[in-house]
């Protein structure tokens, strides 16, 4: 996955609204937004969740519960995932729209530490 598009779902009664649905693996080191749609004529909730164990937990939400009115939208940005990580999401109510995008990508971790000598100066 470069930089964009990168996945999008629409909750429905089966899928994203009892149990949270699979939006997103990831196969490389990134920075995701992710925005959400709610494009029913009522107020609801979502939630977002990033796991990367087999199955999803209660402790994987980022999010949980998020107010959204009528027609509403928010943007969820500078996520990081790693690969192999998965993005969860679900709403209270279906017809809550959610697309990922990456905003960045990094080739791989670096560390970069600087060590520094402390210069002394003698006055004698």
């Known amino acids: 996955a470069e930089v964009g598009r ?19 693996e990831s196969d490389n080191l990134l920075e995701v ?15 977002i969740g990033i796991s990367s164990t087999p199955g999803f937990k209660q402790s994987d939400y980022i999010t949980y519960g998020i107010p959204l009115d009528r027609g509403g939208t928010r943007l969820i940005e500078k996520v990081g995932v790693k690969p192999g990580d998965k993005i969860f999401v679900s709403s209270f109510d279906p017809h809550i729209s959610f697309i990922a995008f990456a905003t960045r990508k990094f080739d791989k971790l670096e560390i970069h530490a600087t060590i520094e000598s402390p210069s002394f100066n003698s006055f004698d």
Request: proline share 3%.
């Open 33 to 47: 937004s992710i925005g959400v749609a709610n494009q029913n004529d009522f107020r609801s909730t979502f939630s």
């Open 6 to 24: 990168l996945a999008s779902i629409k909750t429905t009664l089966t899928k994203g609204v009892v149990e949270p649905v699979l939006l997103y």
